[in-house]
């Protein structure tokens, strides 16, 4: 499966921002999504991650309450609606899709990132 993310950008401190990632080339319902971020000089981590049918969802405690992962199988896209947002939440930020919920970066396919900036 082919994943595109999209949606970062630049924004100052408490504003909102939401990222989509559209899949293609499978049965995007097969897989399991998260989404992951990197900022410049740290390891990936994960931020988020929902199951098939959408039913089970994780977040990471940095982003708990503030971030809504949500996905629509019919458009083949998984959302992060991300609010209050702070400077550390600056990275840029990876879909990935896999057949395991996990917290992990073990998934078998990432799209190339997008680039969210949170300014003070």
């Known amino acids: 499966v082919q994943l595109q993310a999209s949606g970062g950008g630049l924004v100052q401190a408490g504003a909102s921002l939401r990222l989509s990632c559209a899949a293609s080339g499978r049965t995007f319902s097969w897989y399991v999504m998260g989404w992951f971020r990197q900022?410049?000089?740290k390891e990936r981590e994960f931020v988020s991650a929902i199951n098939q049918s959408g039913n089970g969802i994780?977040?990471?405690d940095s982003v708990k309450g503030r971030f809504t992962i949500?996905?629509?199988n019919a458009k083949n896209t998984v959302y992060l609606t991300m609010n209050s947002l702070k400077p550390e939440d600056t990275a840029v930020y990876y879909c990935a899709g896999g057949l395991l919920l996990t917290t992990t970066p073990k998934y078998d396919y990432w799209g190339q990132g997008t680039q969210v900036t949170v300014s003070s």
Do not use: K
């Open 39 to 41: 900022a410049t000089g």
């Open 70 to 72: 949500s996905r629509d």
């Open 58 to 60: 994780t977040y990471a």
